[in-house]
């Protein structure tokens, strides 16, 4: 359903269930973040990405609080994902973006709506995941962000520890033959549930040649042997895969990754 918007804000509205799961005292909740994909219209589609990258340039300007209204963003073709962290005890934010910006500049916040006029956007999704860092590999020094690679798991029923176990132990490898990039995992709580995988890397050309998990296997039959039992024990887990590339868009984000 095609739908016009004269800010980004309006994309991302939508009332939100959520049911927030029990957590011990002395461990800190999860993160949340809610993930927005929009469909944008070819003929548009330049326009409404500088609609957002003059929020993103304004929100920088005026100085919002990034906790409250930060975002990610990343593209796919003419689709667009916009990931935002939330608090668990208010998944949906209190005050609009827009309206930040406009009681901090008027002006900006007119040439904003400007920018977006005539745009035409359709809401693809909208769904809530949280971070399970239990389950996630984090190698100690980072490349800066510059596209992701998503895999999503539907786990079979009655195969969750299973299937933590097989990553734990893909973690572990990782870990041996030195992976260079973040490997974070999700749980989809609110949309079609699933587990996500997201690699964050520098660049298609370095993931997929000189970093691959090949090159970086090759000639260590201990880790050769690992990787592939490690992958023996997901299989049986996993009824479905689905796996793709996004590129991560700093001038669209606020604040960029660091």
């Given amino acids: 359903f095609p739908m016009h918007f004269r800010s980004s804000l309006a994309a991302l509205a939508g009332t939100v269930l959520f049911a927030t799961a029990a957590v011990a005292q002395d461990a800190p909740p999860p993160p949340i973040f809610q993930v927005t994909t929009l469909e944008l219209a070819p003929a548009t589609m330049t326009k409404w990405l500088g609609g957002l990258r003059a929020q993103a340039a304004a929100a920088k300007t005026v100085g919002l609080p990034p906790a409250e209204f930060g975002w990610w963003t990343y593209t796919e073709g003419n689709r667009v994902i916009i990931v935002i962290p939330r608090e668990r005890d208010a998944v949906i934010a209190g005050r609009p973006t827009m309206a930040r910006i406009r009681e901090a500049n008027a002006k900006l916040a007119?040439?904003?709506?400007?920018?977006?006029?005539?745009?035409?956007?359709?809401?693809?999704?909208?769904?809530l995941t949280v971070h399970a860092p239990n389950l996630s590999y984090?190698?100690?020094?980072?490349?800066?962000?510059?596209?992701?690679?998503?895999?999503?798991?539907?786990?079979?029923?009655?195969?969750?520890?299973?299937?933590?176990?097989?990553?734990?132990?893909?973690?572990?490898?990782?870990?041996?033959?030195?992976?260079?990039?973040?490997?974070?995992?999700?749980?989809?709580?609110?949309?079609?549930?699933?587990?996500?995988?997201?690699?964050?890397?520098?660049?298609?050309?370095?993931?997929?040649?000189?970093?691959?998990?090949?090159?970086?296997?090759?000639?260590?039959?201990?880790?050769?042997?690992?990787?592939?039992?490690?992958?023996?024990?997901?299989?049986?887990?996993?009824?479905?895969?689905?796996?793709?590339?996004?590129?991560?868009t700093a001038d669209l984000s606020y604040p960029p990754m660091p």
């Fill in 110 to 127: 007119d040439e904003i709506a400007a920018a977006f006029e005539g745009a035409t956007v359709r809401l693809v999704s909208q769904e």
């Fill in 138 to 248: 984090t190698p100690a020094t980072q490349y800066q962000p510059g596209a992701a690679q998503v895999l999503d798991a539907w786990i079979a029923p009655g195969q969750g520890q299973a299937f933590n176990q097989a990553i734990r132990e893909f973690n572990d490898v990782r870990t041996k033959m030195g992976y260079p990039y973040s490997v974070q995992l999700y749980r989809v709580r609110l949309g079609e549930t699933r587990t996500r995988l997201v690699t964050f890397i520098d660049s298609r050309e370095n993931f997929y040649g000189k970093n691959s998990v090949g090159r970086l296997m090759a000639g260590k039959a201990d880790v050769q042997a690992a990787w592939q039992a490690a992958i023996a024990k997901v299989l049986p887990t996993v009824t479905r895969w689905e796996s793709t590339s996004v590129d991560y």
